[in-house]
Nanobody, 125 residues
């Protein structure tokens, strides 16, 4: 399974971006798909997950109400729509795929076996 993330860039505070993660190699219908982010010097942080296996969609408190995760099964692509961006959202964003991921571990980066290369999001005026 290969993941290719794209869509990052420079945006002003209050702006929007949509990240994409194209999955190839296998159909991802049964996978839990997640986004994490990592700022320099900090640990990788959970952002959002969509798990069809467990029927849940979760968000970190810091992005709830501003970010939306979605997937297009026909295109084997997962998206992260980011609105009302803040400077503290600045980070490298990674998409991740997990097969048979246990529900209690969905927010842990160690639960995912497949990762994209990361795309940089910079929120600055």
């Amino acid at each position: 399974v290969q993941l290719q993330a794209s869509g990052g860039g420079l945006v002003q505070p209050g702006g929007s971006l949509r990240l994409s993660c194209a999955v190839s190699g296998r159909t991802f219908n049964g996978y839990s798909m997640a986004w994490f982010r990592q700022d320099s010097g900090k640990e990788r942080e959970f952002v959002a997950v969509d798990s069809r296996r467990h029927g849940v969609t979760w968000y970190a408190d810091s992005v709830k109400g501003r970010f939306t995760i979605s997937r297009d099964n026909a295109k084997n692509t997962v998206y992260l729509q980011m609105n009302s961006l803040r400077p503290e959202d600045t980070a490298v964003y990674y998409c991740a795929a997990g097969e048979r991921t246990i529900m209690s571990t969905l927010t842990r980066h160690t639960a995912y076996g497949y990762w994209g290369q990361g795309t940089l999001v910079t929120v600055s005026s």
